[in-house]
């Protein structure tokens, strides 16, 4: 079987699999994993996470959205316009326990505690303040509860929250980049090309600018990371 995802947690280890969710323990006598439980057995899992309450949210290849808890499984209904032939991509949470969920061809979804949908974030070819693709391959919470999106053909993408603005505390970064102004909604959408900076995001940032072919404006970006 493939392990797609490998996760730790609680002394567990996780495995996601095309047959399920895979959920091992350490047998200190022999020192080897050993199978607990599967979840799912019958779906190809794409990615999984942890929330703060340790439930396990599932993205699957055509199955759709699922989270595990001490009651049980559910089936995270995402709404009329979604096809079980479109994969969760991606999972992720953002510091106020909203689970930020990627799905093909759709876009980013904000899901709460509820496992109500709050917001959506797509693209749209008439509407130039949205983010530049639907399909997400990435996805990271900064200590200011951006959301830094790793587009498949279309680079990277920032979701900041109005109120959390960047400072400027300790370096300047140049950036280049196309910048829109999500209309609804207390969000600002960056699409960033290229950027040098002392993070992790350089390397991710320097290959996708490499792919981008559109006009560019070029920035002084003043940034605390």
């Known amino acids: 079987m493939i392990n797609r995802k490998i996760k730790v947690q609680d002394g567990l280890l996780y495995s996601a699999t095309q047959k399920g969710l895979y959920v091992y323990y350490l047998d200190l006598k022999t ?28 993205g699957t290849e055509i199955g759709g959205l699922y989270v595990v808890s001490s009651k049980g499984i559910s089936s995270v209904n995402l709404g009329s316009n979604f096809n079980k032939t479109y994969a969760v991509r991606k999972i992720n949470f953002d510091k106020n326990q909203n689970a930020l969920v990627a799905v093909d061809r759709l876009g980013l979804f904000l899901i709460n505690q509820e496992f109500q949908i709050t917001k959506i974030f797509s693209h749209n070819v008439d509407e130039p303040n949205t983010i530049s693709q639907n399909s997400i391959y990435a996805i990271h919470v900064d200590e200011y509860n951006n ?23 300790v370096s300047a970064a140049l950036v280049t980049f196309d910048k829109a102004i999500l209309s609804a909604g207390s969000f600002a959408v960056v699409d960033v090309r290229f950027i040098i900076l002392p993070h992790f ?3 991710i940032l320097l290959i996708t ?10 920035l002084l970006l003043i940034a605390k990371f």
């Open 201 to 203: 995001f350089f390397f």
């Open 147 to 169: 959301y830094w999106l790793g587009i498949r053909e279309g680079g990277v993408n920032i979701i900041q929250e109005r109120d959390n603005v960047f400072e400027n505390e």
């Open 31 to 58: 020192k080897t994993f050993s199978e607990k439980e599967v979840f799912l057995s019958k779906q190809d899992i794409i990615d999984f996470d942890f929330d703060q309450e340790k439930k396990i949210w599932i």
């Open 209 to 218: 600018s490499l792919l981008n072919k559109t006009p560019l404006i070029r």
